[in-house]
């Protein structure tokens, strides 16, 4: 028997996966990638018998993948917050989806658990800018002001580490920053090792950080506003949480952060405003490589002739829930 754990290479992903290793080791093989790497089910080559645990990536996405493991014998066990579609009805199929807004995969995994390791669950409610919901599970612990904001910012980092385009514009590889934050039940005492990722990623998100404060919007008003980003690796790391950085400014407002690729089309992100945490998905899954959740959605490839499409149907579209 062999064991797979798949999941997002974001902050929610590891989190989710990090609580349910402490909790249940594992000698498995980690199959993961860059935040909008997605469709990782069909990656593993599983036979009869052996466990699969996927996390954090849609069953939208992978549900022919999962079809064809649970065909071969193995053992699924899928825990996510994402758009499903129909969820295939097999024995062998173990699902935990909620797609609510105000929850994500590493908080699912709380729940599964039943906190034991809740301050990764915080971490990865953070990394995935659910900030109420962390605070939430947070007040039931003995944690000051401090450490809530250390908290608050290594889910922010480990999300930051997630985007780019390929792996090469990652400060670590997801599988190897799991694997560095495993040996830590308390992510505190992970950010107290001086001279490691921690610091890494910290210097990495202000530098970039800064960099993207410099650029003004494409577009803005009180309802919607559009960011262009260059295709330079500092933008496209930035891109997810910069997203998130401008709707916890403007709460009122719906942002589209926009990063330019090589091939001169765009990688989107799009953020809901946070008072009104809902259309994401719903706008995303218009274009063909668009997907997500409620809160926070994005596409992967729009093409540049459909630029000034794309902006026009993002102001009517959140013009007309405002309404």
Not at 83 to 92: C, L, N, Q, R, V
Not at 177 to 185: H, K, M, N, S, T
């Amino acid at each position: 028997m062999k064991y797979f754990d798949v999941f997002n290479g974001d902050a929610d992903g590891i989190c989710a996966l990090l609580q349910l290793r402490l909790a249940d080791p594992r000698d498995s093989e980690l199959i993961t990638g860059v935040k909008r790497d997605i469709s990782l089910a069909k990656q593993v080559k599983a036979k009869a018998g052996d466990k699969v645990t996927i996390l954090d990536v849609s069953l939208d996405k992978n549900r022919d993948a999962v079809v064809e493991l649970l065909g071969a014998g193995a053992e699924v066990f899928y825990v996510d917050h994402h758009f499903a579609g129909d969820i295939p009805d097999h024995s062998a199929l173990t699902t935990r989806i909620n797609t609510a807004s105000d929850v994500c995969t590493a908080l699912l995994v709380n729940g599964y658990l039943k906190g034991q390791f809740a301050l990764w669950a915080i971490v990865g409610a953070y990394g995935d800018n659910l900030r109420q919901s962390a605070a939430a599970l947070a007040k039931g612990l003995d944690l000051d002001e401090a450490q809530l904001t250390a908290l608050e910012n290594l889910g922010i980092y480990l999300n930051y580490n997630g985007y780019g385009a390929s792996l090469d514009d990652l400060h670590f590889h997801p599988a190897e920053l799991y694997r560095q934050l495993l040996p830590f039940p308390n992510p505190l005492e992970f950010m107290a090792v001086t001279g490691g990722a921690f610091e890494k990623l910290e210097t990495g998100y202000k530098n970039d950080m800064a960099a993207a404060a410099q650029l003004p919007p494409a577009e803005a008003d009180q309802v919607s506003a559009v960011y262009i980003l260059p295709n330079e690796p500092w933008a496209r790391r930035v891109s997810g949480v910069y997203s998130n950085d401008l709707a916890n400014d403007n709460p009122d407002r719906a942002h589209a952060v926009l990063t330019e690729k090589a091939d001169g089309n765009y990688l989107v992100s799009i953020r809901a405003p946070l008072n009104n945490k809902q259309g994401a998905d719903e706008f995303c899954r218009q274009f063909p490589t668009g997907g997500g959740r409620a809160a926070a959605a994005g596409i992967n490839d729009l093409p540049a002739t459909g630029l000034a499409d794309f902006m026009s149907r993002f102001a009517q579209f959140y013009g007309a829930l405002a309404s």
